[in-house]
């Protein structure tokens, strides 16, 4: 494969490629797929969690811990991490119940 061929496929690879968008202490999902039987693969659940996460190892490996059992861990691909939506919804109800105090107060 000649130079240039490589840079056109690392560009085009490249193209797509984007920053973890995780934090460490942030609270995840784990994608875990499973088949249980006699039930049926859409009604199972595919998504497990929350997690927390411990640290980012590189771009693409997170160590993670359960929130209710933290004693174990896992280093996992990030590609089946989801960010938890709880996390997002508790700050912004943390920042509105503090704007309305300040006006109650004022």
């Given at each position: 494969?000649?130079?240039?061929?490589?840079?056109?496929m690392k560009?085009?690879?490249?193209?797509?490629?984007?920053?973890?968008?995780?934090?460490?202490?942030?609270?995840?999902?784990?994608?875990?797929?499973?088949?249980?039987?006699?039930?049926?693969?859409?009604?199972?659940?595919?998504?497990?969690?929350?997690?927390?996460?411990?640290?980012?190892?590189?771009?693409?490996?997170?160590r993670k811990?359960r929130v209710?059992?933290?004693?174990?861990?896992?280093?996992?691909?990030?590609?089946?991490?989801?960010?938890?939506?709880?996390?997002?919804?508790?700050?912004?109800?943390?920042?509105?119940?503090?704007?309305?105090?300040?006006?109650?107060?004022?």
């Amino acid at each position: 494969m000649d130079k240039k061929a490589a840079k056109r496929m690392k560009a085009h690879c490249d193209r797509n490629a984007t920053l973890s968008p995780f934090l460490e202490g942030g609270l995840v999902y784990l994608y875990y797929p499973r088949r249980v039987t006699g039930i049926s693969a859409k009604l199972t659940t595919r998504w497990e969690g929350p997690y927390k996460v411990v640290n980012l190892i590189n771009d693409c490996s997170a160590r993670k811990e359960r929130v209710d059992n933290p004693s174990k861990k896992l280093i996992v691909h990030i590609d089946r991490l989801a960010r938890c939506p709880a996390e997002e919804a508790n700050v912004n109800k943390q920042d509105d119940m503090r704007n309305a105090w300040l006006l109650f107060v004022q």
